[in-house]
């Protein structure tokens, strides 16, 4: 199983930023996702999660009505799209998978595979 995360970069404050995670070896349609991301010195935290047919999601409070989060099967893809940012949204982000999350999939533990991550730096 391989995530690739990709789409992160410099981004001033206010801006927008869309992330990929392309997913191969398994079959991305029997997998719920997510993201998380890790800030210097802090604990990786989750961000956004996706169910297997995209029909439920579930986002930190700190993203709310910022972050969308989508995936195309066909394609083995998920997206994080990513407006209005700040500067404490700076961290890497990692995408995750996991042939079932038990509960709200909200820790790290949750998941049975990640990707390298992809560095998002927010400047002011």
């Known amino acids: 199983v391989q995530l690739q995360a990709s789409g992160g970069g410099l981004v001033q404050a206010g801006g927008s930023l869309r992330l990929s995670c392309a997913a191969s070896?398994?079959?991305?349609?029997?997998?719920?996702m997510a993201w998380f991301r890790q800030a210097p010195g802090k604990e990786r935290e989750f961000v956004m999660s996706?169910?297997?047919?995209?029909?439920?999601?579930a986002y930190a409070d700190s993203v709310k009505g910022r972050f969308t989060i989508s995936r195309d099967n066909a394609k083995s893809t998920m997206y994080l799209q990513m407006k209005e940012l700040t500067l404490e949204d700076t961290a890497v982000y990692y995408c995750a998978a996991s042939p079932r999350v038990i509960g709200g999939g909200y820790y790290p533990t949750d998941y049975d595979y990640w990707g390298r991550g992809t560095l998002v730096t927010v400047s002011s």
């Open positions: 996706i169910s297997r047919s995209g029909g439920s999601t």
């Open positions: 070896g398994l079959t991305f349609s029997r997998y719920d």
